[in-house]
């Protein structure tokens, strides 16, 4: 019976796709296989010193208070403390025992302990005083045990995925200025692309260039020039907070702002404001050839996708625009609707 209870629990721990479904299943299974009133299981925080999550199946549990209560208190706090089973053959007689429902005659408590770690307590009840035998409790040892197992292999698993999704976010951004970066803004453009191209709707982009930027880093120093791209990304970034724009570090001294839902008009009117919030910073650039602080000069496009089109043709022709921007003295903007 042991073999196939241990085997079932094995079971259930796969199935589960988060931790809570899979400790839920467990304790199902402990609760439908055995003759026990109550299964639970109650994991602690890392530090091991709060109880933080519960769940149990079976007869009704009321427990006094919610969630997180620390483990100085309670048989299953005595548990953690002791790093022992505790048997509690009358749960009247126990000062620590914490009634849950009145039909309790006895509990048995058994630390999930994985190698050293310390996960949690796993708490049987039953309403008979005689049920927890030595070969029940040697029975439910070993339920912990692989409770334990599948208990740290969730974790385990749950730690990967935070850091696969922290090395996602760190590989989309910018380790200069906090922005996007161009991986980030190609993929973003592509899914833009896409949607915009259903629904029929203006997507429009902003191609930022700062004018003399080579001059600046040899005339000031790359220090400086770094905390001059790390303020225009935060202006950039501003400018359209509270909006769906992607703004990001196309490369070197270029920012990109992709504009969902933007005309060329409406684009324009945003890189005008943009070039003149960048000059009222009034950051120092004294080898510019156009004014005595830093400048930016500002390509925009706009078009209704065309999913036969590839994405990239919306930021040719914001490139040809920057170029013209350029030609005209820079520090301004020109707008070129996409063919």
């Not at 850091?163 to 803004?185: H, V, W």
């Not at 935060?234 to 400018?239: D, K, M, T, V």
């Not at 702002?257 to 004294?286: T, Y």
């Not at 930016?296 to 170029?323: C, F, H, M, T």
Request: aromatic share 4%; hydrophobic share 45%.
């Amino acid at each position: 019976m042991l073999t196939e209870i241990l085997a079932q629990v094995s079971m259930e721990a796969l199935q589960g796709d988060t931790l809570e479904a899979m400790l839920q299943g467990i304790v199902d299974c402990v609760a439908r296989r055995l003759p026990v009133a109550i299964a639970s299981i109650i994991l602690l925080n890392d530090e091991g010193t709060h109880f933080v999550q519960e769940v149990w199946s079976g007869i009704e549990l009321n427990l006094p208070g919610d969630l997180p209560w620390p483990v100085t208190i309670g048989a299953s706090g005595r548990c953690v403390r002791s790093g022992e089973a505790q048997l509690i053959a009358d749960v009247e007689t126990d000062a620590d025992y914490v009634p849950g429902n009145g039909q309790v005659k006895s509990e048995y408590l058994v630390p999930i302990r994985h190698r050293a770690h310390l996960h949690g307590v796993l708490n049987l009840e039953s309403t008979s005083a005689d049920f927890f035998t030595p070969e029940v409790c040697a029975m439910f040892d070993a339920v912990a045990l692989q409770i334990a197992g599948a208990v740290h292999l969730a974790r385990v698993v749950r730690e990967l995925e935070l850091a696969n999704r922290k090395l996602e976010q760190l590989s989309m951004s910018d380790g200069l200025t906090g922005i996007a970066n161009r991986r980030s803004f190609d993929r973003r453009l592509e899914e833009e692309w896409q949607q915009h191209a259903q629904e029929g709707r203006y997507l429009a982009l902003l191609l930022v260039d700062v004018d003399c930027f080579k001059a600046l880093n040899d005339a000031c120093g790359h220090v400086f020039g770094d905390e001059c791209l790390r303020m225009l990304a935060r202006l950039c970034a501003e400018i359209v907070h509270g909006t769906q724009a992607h703004v990001s570090r196309y490369g070197g001294e270029e920012f990109v702002l992709l504009l969902p839902g933007c005309d060329l008009r409406e684009a324009q009117r945003l890189g005008v404001d943009l070039c003149r919030r960048i000059e009222a910073l009034a950051i120092g650039h004294p080898a510019s050839i156009v004014a005595d602080r830093v400048t930016v000069s500002i390509g925009v496009s706009a078009s209704r996708p065309d999913p036969k089109q590839p994405p990239e043709s919306l930021i040719v022709v914001a490139d040809r625009a920057l170029y013209e921007a350029k030609a005209k003295g820079r520090n301004g903007v020109v707008a070129l609707p996409c063919a």
